[in-house]
T-cell receptor, first 114, second 115 residues
Framework: DVKVTQSSRYLVKRTGEKVFLECVQDMDHENMFWYRQDPGLGLRLIYFSYDVKMKEKGDIPEGYSVSREKKERFSLILESASTNQTSMYLC?????????????FGPGTRLTVL | AQSVSQHNHHVILSEAASLELGCNYSYGGTVNLFWYVQYPGQHLQLLLKYFSGDPLVKGIKGFEAEFIKSKFSFNLRKPSVQWSDTAEYFCAVRTNAGNNRKLIWGLGTSLAVNP
């Protein structure tokens, strides 16, 4: 089974702090994604990566950056956390093979910024 | 812009009732279609998917969905729901336009099944 793990289930940070969210997948997937999930807004794509050191902006990249130094790990960085970044953050990965493959999700990190 | 619309935001049913959740997308070309489910406290997981062939797709836990190309729809159905089907359901679409590495998501439908 594909396993996507996220470093924390719950995280509380203060405004202005730098926050790192880590995601690791164990299936050698090329593609990895960061979403945020908010009630009534569904899943919104922040960034995705299709290869090591490669990244593309999603729909809401402002206030976030990402890092992919190794294939299995994709990090989301909040340079200076703000209260409007309080949300559930979901990581996903997908193999290659065109559009045939599904995305596999991690359990999520619920981030609260005070 | 391509988009996915889920008509029902909140649905409440009694056990044994039939379920149909609507999903429509706006794109005229080739699409791949997905339904994902998120049970309370659990991670998102795939319920079923359509790529080609038979437009009636069967998924896990008795769910099925029908792709109707002329209506740009991919509605999710289950003949008889159970309390354990209480969850949030998301429809997603991948098109063959431009950068097709990402999915376009609906806003989700929250289903509550009363025992």
């Amino acid at each position: 089974d594909v396993k996507v793990t996220q470093s924390s289930r719950y995280l509380v940070k203060r405004t202005g702090e730098k926050v790192f969210l880590e995601c690791v997948q164990d299936m050698d997937h090329e593609n990895m994604f960061w979403y945020r999930q908010d009630p009534g807004l569904g899943l919104r794509l922040i960034y995705f990566s299709y290869d090591v050191k490669m990244k593309e902006k999603g729909d809401i990249p402002e206030g976030y950056s990402v890092s992919r130094e190794k294939k299995e790990r994709f990090s989301l960085i909040l340079e200076s956390a703000s209260t409007n970044q309080t949300s559930m953050y979901l990581c996903a990965s997908r193999g290659s093979g065109g559009s045939l493959n599904e995305q596999f999700f991690g359990p999520g990190t619920r981030l609260t910024v005070l | 812009a391509q988009s996915v619309s889920q008509h029902n935001h909140h649905v409440i049913l009694s056990e044994a009732a039939s379920l149909e959740l609507g999903c429509n997308y706006s794109y005229g070309g080739t699409v791949n279609l997905f339904w994902y489910v998120q049970y309370p406290g659990q991670h998102l997981q795939l319920l079923l998917k359509y790529f080609s062939g038979d437009p009636l797709v069967k998924g896990i836990k008795g769910f099925e969905a029908e792709f109707i190309k002329s209506k740009f729809s991919f509605n999710l159905r289950k003949p008889s729901v159970q309390w354990s089907d209480t969850a949030e359901y998301f429809c997603a679409v991948r098109t063959n336009a431009g950068n097709n590495r990402k999915l376009i998501w609906g806003l989700g439908t929250s289903l509550a099944v009363n025992p």
